[in-house]
């Protein structure tokens, strides 16, 4: 069995895994972390490495994210609003503006953590009607 290994943000191979598709972004359980004192989460994956990059929650910080296929049900192309970055993540404050690509960019009030690639970002007003939506890129 080929041994995988698991690396810290400076590229430092610091464990071990089973194969980057049994991962998601900000997951904490299922690799090994040797040495390790703190829990740490995926940051990153690199499937054509067949890698994970872990780090501790703090380097999971986002405070911005650009979307793709934008989908906006009103008619500004910058606004404030809150977003969700998961199914049952809480609301974050946040600003948007469209940009060149057909998509916005997020400013978010608060940091979010585990932003992924390919998730929805669905946009909302203060009473929940959503506004808009768009895939993390």
């Known amino acids: 069995m080929k041994i995988i290994f698991v690396k810290d943000s400076s590229g ?3 464990g071990t895994h089973e194969g980057y598709a049994r991962y998601t ?3 904490r359980k299922g690799f090994r972390v040797n040495g390790a004192h703190e829990p740490h989460f995926v ?3 690199d499937s054509a490495n067949n890698e994970i990059v872990v780090s501790k929650r703090d380097e999971l910080a986002c405070y911005s994210f650009s979307t793709a296929n934008f989908n906006n049900f009103t008619d500004k192309n910058e606004f404030d609003c809150f977003v969700k970055i998961r199914y049952r993540s809480t609301p974050l404050a946040c600003s948007i503006r469209q940009n060149e690509h057909g998509g916005v960019n997020v400013e978010l009030k608060s940091p979010a953590f585990g932003v992924a690639k390919g998730q929805l970002a669905c946009f909302y007003d203060e009473n929940e009607r959503v506004l808009a939506s768009g895939f993390i890129v």
């Open 25 to 27: 972004i900000g997951q």
């Open 12 to 14: 430092k191979a610091i």
């Open 43 to 45: 940051k990153s994956i």
